[in-house]
């Protein structure tokens, strides 16, 4: 059951989900814009064919680029790969992106004779290169067949949340509301610690031990603490994943509040300059407007 599999984006989660379709055994072709990913990888072991040799042979391409735009581009642009693929082959597509953009895409790809899964993922970039992710999928019974492979040497986890592309999505952004308003409350309670004299590894402590806690909490406040904020996830792309949700919500009577509010404040955030710092920077734009100082 070895596939010819591509991956599009070798970034946090792109690289280690490449790595980890390696170490299960499968040829994996890697396609990235930096030439810097595009090396580690090569000397990772993993290939560099040109899209054209590569893309008539392959059973399966995993996308895990930015975002829609990017997604499209990669499977409908000038160069678009959907158009390029045998028939049979699947996409395993895992932005962040709207259910009514996986449902055209799924549609789109029919035409080509490919399937689609919709397939977001979560867990951080450990969980992508230890082949332990969650995946909350939806597609045909075929594509979850063509995709199995796939799915076993990048998930622990697999949702299969419907029979249409959609649905997948949809469970992302209920998720990503979650996860982008842990992470900013996170940042709001460290600098009310501060305020108090409670400094933020006692706050981990104590904390990660009681009922206030979250997985966000634990997973991104030992940044804070090591004054460590190179990007495993960046405050942008909570500026596109909660700015997904706001969308959503428009074609609802729903307002999501607490949403919005944090989606300000990541906004404030980047506004500061700290869109490309990882997202535990979220406290930064609360203890400047404090007064307060954190750990150096």
């Not at 390696?22 to 810097?36: K, R």
């Not at 986890?157 to 209920?174: P, Y």
């Not at 009922?211 to 406040?221: D, F, H, V």
Request: hydrophobic fraction near 45%; charged fraction near 20%; charge should be negative.
């Amino acid at each position: 059951m070895k596939k010819r599999c591509a991956i599009f984006g070798l970034g946090s989660m792109g690289y280690g989900m490449a790595c980890s379709l390696l170490s299960a055994g499968h040829h994996v072709t890697g396609f990235d814009i930096s030439d810097e990913r595009m090396a580690r990888f090569v000397a990772y072991g993993g290939s560099s064919d040109s899209a054209i040799d590569c893309l008539p042979a392959l059973d399966c391409a995993v996308i895990v680029v930015l975002n829609e735009a990017q997604t499209n581009e990669v499977l409908f642009g000038a160069d678009g790969i959907a158009a390029k693929m045998k028939s049979g082959s699947v996409i395993v597509s895992c932005a962040t992106i709207t259910p009514e953009a996986a449902r055209r895409n799924e549609a789109l790809c029919a035409e080509e004779s490919l399937y689609y899964l919709d397939a977001p993922i979560s867990g951080g970039s450990n969980k992508a290169a230890s082949g332990a992710l969650s995946v909350m999928a939806s597609g045909t019974p075929n594509a979850f067949k063509a995709a199995e492979p796939v799915l076993n040497a990048l998930a622990e986890t697999v949702f299969r949340l419907g029979e249409q592309a959609g649905a997948g999505s949809a469970m992302k952004s209920i998720n990503q509301l979650l996860a982008g308003v842990h992470i900013a409350v996170m940042g709001e309670a460290v600098a009310f610690g501060l305020t108090q004299g409670v400094a933020p590894e006692q706050l981990l402590s104590v904390i990660r031990k009681c009922a206030g806690t979250s997985w966000m909490l634990e997973n991104r406040l030992p940044h804070i603490v090591d004054a460590d904020y190179s990007p495993h996830s960046a405050i942008d792309i909570w500026l596109k994943d909660l700015g997904i949700v706001a969308d959503i919500s428009e074609t609802t009577s729903f307002t999501p509040h607490l949403a919005l509010a944090a989606l300000e404040r990541y906004r404030r955030a980047a506004e500061m300059g700290l869109g490309q710092e990882d997202d535990a920077a979220i406290v930064k734009p609360y203890v400047q407007e404090a007064g307060l100082t954190l750990p150096s």
